[in-house]
């Protein structure tokens, strides 16, 4: 089957660096993304990796590693804004071998930023 | 608005009722998704439709059913509500494999 795995907390402070990390297993990988979502609100996306290395995107960035099965969500300068919680996902390649579109979403790593 | 819509906001049924959960885009997306969201278990796949008339079951299809009217429109029906339903159900639609999802805002169902 498929899976992620996602630390479920992690706190820092404005203005700082923050890395959360999300190793995955899946029986054909299709790349891995990531998506931010607010207390009570809808999860919105923000990239994605289907190769290896950085893209980065103003103050955030994700990085893949699919020798590793590995990939991290980078938040630089961070905001009180960043304060959310954050899921990586990968496309479920069941089906149509991964041509659905479906993807499998990582229970969440809940981000806290501090004064 | 260009967008993902979903209706309604918030609903409270009791054990038993039938309901549908409606949710339409105005993207021209072919993929569109139904997922259940509970406390600490993430995003987890309700029923998908890779294309319009097709759908196919998710991971925790059971107690429901869908229908794509059109390209446009998708809606999650709950034949006999349980407490076990209770959650938070998002629409989500998609312009192909490559692409994020697009979410509509929730709708917050309670079971009693």
């Known amino acids: 089957g498929q899976s992620l795995e996602q630390p479920s907390e992690v706190t820092a402070v404005e203005g700082a660096i923050v890395q959360i990390n999300c190793t995955y297993q899946?029986?054909?990988?299709?790349?891995l993304s990531w998506y931010q979502q607010h207390d009570g609100g809808a999860p919105t996306f923000l990239s994605y990796n289907a190769l290896d290395g950085l893209e980065e995107t103003g103050r955030f960035s994700s990085f893949l590693s699919r020798s590793d099965s590995y990939g991290y969500l980078l938040l630089q300068e961070l905001q009180m804004k960043d304060s959310a919680s954050y899921f990586c996902a990968v496309r479920d390649p069941s089906g149509l071998g991964g041509n659905t579109g479906k993807l499998i979403f990582g229970q969440g790593t809940t981000l806290q930023v501090k004064p | 608005n260009a967008g993902v819509t979903q209706t309604p906001k918030f609903q409270v049924l009791k054990t038993g009722q039938s309901m549908t959960l409606q949710c339409a885009q105005d993207?021209?997306?072919?993929?569109m998704y139904w997922y259940r969201q509970d406390p600490g278990m993430g995003l987890r796949l309700i029923y998908y439709?890779?294309?319009?008339?097709?759908?196919d079951k998710g991971e925790v299809p059971n107690g429901y059913n869908v229908s794509r009217l059109n390209k446009r429109e998708f809606s999650l029906r709950l034949e006999s509500a349980a407490p076990s339903q209770t959650s938070v159900y998002f629409c989500?639609?998609?312009?192909?494999?490559?692409?994020?999802?697009?979410f509509g805002s929730g709708t917050r169902l309670t079971v009693v």
């Open positions: 899946t029986s054909g990988f299709y790349g």
């Open positions: 439709s890779a294309s319009e008339g097709t759908t």
């Open positions: 989500a639609s998609s312009e192909g494999k490559y692409y994020g999802y697009t």
């Open positions: 993207m021209n997306h072919n993929s």
